[in-house]
Each structure stands twice: as C-alpha cells, then as structure tokens.
C-alpha cells in the first residue's frame, strides 16, 4: 500500500523567501508527526497532529514556523522568511493512533536548502 | 523519556547475524522500545518494537533483559543492504502532554561488508 508520501523533495529558496511542505499520510492515519534532521543528526520533533487539532507544537523552533491540517488528513508545514539555519530534512510520519503501541511511519522528508 | 545508548558504529560481515545493542537503564515500566534505521537520503524505517517480551518480525528479533535496563536488536543474516543508521528509542505512553513523539539519539552506524 502507499506510504506516507511528502513533496517536495528538494526545495532551495533563497534567504527571507517563504515555503510550504507538503505531507500526505497513510490513509486512516489519525496521527501526524513533523520532526527536522540537520546533518549528521537524529530527527528532533517539532509538531503532532491528531486528526485536524495540532495538539503539541513544543518543538517548533520559532514563531516563523506553521503548521496545518484542516482536513485531518493533508499536512503542510510553512516556514515564513527562511533563514540559513532552516536548511534540513523536514520529514514526517504517521501512525493509525497516538498509542505507544502504534509505530509511527516516516516519509522521505523534504530536503530543504536556503541560500 | 529514558535515555539510551548506543555505539556509535559496527561492523558486520554479509550473511552473519548483526547484533545491535542498547542501553536504557532509566526505562520506566510502561515504555516501549522501538528500533528504527535510516538509509542514506531516505527517512526512518520502522524495524521492530517491545514492552518486556522478546519479540520477531520478518525484519528482525529484539531481545529485552529482563530487567529491561537493555535490549539487542538481532538482524539474523545481514546483506549489504542492511547498512544504515540505526536508532534505539524508548517512548513513552501517550498522556499528558506528552503524545508518543519519538526521541532519537545518535544512533549507531551498521556497515555491513562483502
């Protein structure tokens, strides 16, 4: 069956420019995760959706960083006037539930470079 | 969520079983251990996951002590694609504000050779 599924894949924008990645979970999947991966490093949470209600955005590293999922089910993550230090791999994952006992499923991530 | 350890990297030849430890002392009773892996340029892979049984899949086997401060993830017959990174996580119960978010550590690097 599909996967989770994120676009794009590479993006590059230059300094101040605003982006949207775009994740499109399993289907059935209440749960969606955002985690950002610098190079060389593990993934680091940054938001949790159940269903369309963002209930954790602890880990969004500044105001500059949106979230969404109005519909439960497509998830874009925005990132207003990028900085160089946004470069990463935003990647995201899904789970049938928030339940421990659910593992959660990674998509590719999107490769995000800002010149 | 506890803490865990890793080595930072093995070797392993192709077709032996590799042996993936990881230490959580700080394990509290209702976590669970999960494993994931990362190949280069694509994102984590589910592998395997347990409470306090040892537990197999068609990927792999976790082993977890019995007083569950480790576990061993086993990938009985190693291919070359089996090099990755390798993470050993423990989650915590969704409740609170807590939501089962992942906590990755360093991980430790499996090559696998010819």
């Known amino acids: 069956g599909a996967g989770v599924s994120q676009s794009p894949r590479y993006k590059v924008a230059k300094r101040g420019q605003d982006v949207a990645l775009r994740c499109d979970p399993i289907s059935g999947h209440v749960s969606l995760f955002w985690y950002q991966q610098a190079l060389g490093q593990g993934p680091e949470f940054l938001t949790y959706?159940?269903?369309?209600?963002?209930?954790?955005k602890s880990g969004l590293p500044s105001d500059r960083f949106f979230a969404e999922r109005p519909e439960g089910s497509v998830s874009t993550l925005k990132i207003q006037r990028t900085q160089q230090e946004d470069s990463a791999v935003y990647l995201c994952?899904?789970?049938?539930?928030?339940?421990?006992?659910?593992?959660?499923?990674f998509g590719d991530g999107t490769r995000l470079s800002i010149l | 969520d506890a803490k865990t350890t890793q080595p930072p990297s093995m070797d392993c030849a192709e077709g032996r079983a590799a042996n993936l430890p990881c230490n959580h002392s700080t394990i509290s009773g209702n976590e669970y251990v999960y494993w994931y892996r990362q190949i280069h340029s694509q994102g984590p892979q589910y592998i395997i996951h347990g409470l306090k049984n040892n537990e197999t899949n068609e990927m792999a086997s976790l082993i977890i002590t019995e007083d569950r401060k480790s576990s061993t993830l086993i990938l009985p017959h190693a291919t070359l694609r089996d090099t990755a990174v390798y993470y050993c996580?423990?989650?915590?119960?969704?409740?609170?504000?807590?939501?089962?978010?992942?906590?990755f550590g360093q991980g430790t690097i499996l090559t696998v050779h010819p």
């Open positions: 994952a899904s789970s049938l539930s928030g339940q421990q006992a659910q593992p959660q499923h």
């Open positions: 959706f159940q269903n369309e209600a963002q209930l954790d």
């Open positions: 996580i423990v989650r915590s119960p969704a409740g609170g504000t807590s939501y089962g978010k992942l906590t």
